[in-house]
């Protein structure tokens, strides 16, 4: 079983510096993971790439030879991506073992989480492929430090009741009250200039995909110490 996050959120939240001092981390502990990117318009990374979606396409040369806008381009390679998940992926994701640790650096664009299913539909593939996945979603602090930016459970209560029939009142009030109860939607603080923080964080991804719940137990052996008599 392989294990896989997925990093998400708004343009300029900050996923590719997590995984460039995710990458440095684990390089720290001597643990291995790989960084896939999946921006087709990214240019400079500040860490080793292991897969590039730009060796399949990229986001210049739809925008060249198709005449498109920048979020049109990104969403046409991006719906490339899907078309070749049978392909190019599926060949790339041969060249790892099962217990490989992949980080997929998404686009910030949300069309593409909105309007079209290539995301579900990569999240579906990994999972078919054997993959354990969790997707990371980073937000800037400041969207958190006012209270009427910070999305609670029971905030969507009213919501729900809005856009629902009143037979469904108690079941969205139970929902709610089961989600909040059990935290089931919850934010992490991350200061990446703290290897305390990216630790914890990062603890939390693998409880989620189960990481390292099956590996075995490493038991070094002993020389008896000789008694001295």
Same mark, same amino acid.
């Given at each position: 079983?392989g ?52 060796? =399949?396409?990229? *986001?210049?040369?739809?925008m060249?030879?198709?005449? #498109?806008?920048?979020n049109? +381009? @990104? !969403? ?6 899907e ?39 990569f ?8 993959f354990?996945v969790?997707a ?8 958190i ?7 609670k459970?029971?905030a969507? =209560?009213?919501? *729900?009741?809005?856009?629902?029939a009143?037979?469904? #009142?108690?079941?969205?009030? +139970? @929902? !709610? ?9 919850n ?43």
């Amino acid at each position: 079983m392989g294990y896989a996050q997925l990093v998400i959120g708004p343009a300029g939240s900050g996923k590719s510096t997590y995984c460039s001092s995710l990458y440095q981390h684990c390089e720290t502990v001597r643990r291995s993971i790989h960084i896939v990117n999946l921006d087709p318009a990214a240019e400079h990374f500040d860490y080793p790439v292991a897969m590039d979606i730009r060796e =399949l396409i990229s *986001l210049d040369d739809v925008m060249e030879e198709l005449g #498109l806008g920048p979020n049109g +381009a @990104l !969403i046409y390679c991006m719906e490339e991506l899907e078309d070749n998940l049978d392909d190019w992926l599926t060949e790339h994701l041969d060249n790892y073992t099962d217990d490989d640790y992949l980080v997929f650096d998404c686009p910030g664009q949300i069309e593409l989480f909105s309007h079209v299913p290539v995301l579900r539909n990569f999240v579906e593939h990994l999972k078919r492929k054997n993959f354990n996945v969790c997707a990371v979603y980073l937000i800037d602090s400041q969207f958190i430090t006012d209270v009427t930016k910070f999305i609670k459970p029971r905030a969507l =209560l009213s919501e *729900l009741n809005q856009r629902m029939a009143p037979q469904f #009142l108690k079941l969205n009030k +139970a @929902l !709610i009250e089961l989600v909040d109860e059990y935290s089931m939607v919850n934010f992490v603080p991350l200061d990446l200039r703290k290897e305390s923080s990216i630790k914890y964080v990062l603890a939390q991804i693998d409880n989620c995909i189960q990481y390292g719940e099956d590996a075995d137990v490493k038991v070094r052996d002993f020389d008896p110490e000789d008694d001295d008599e």
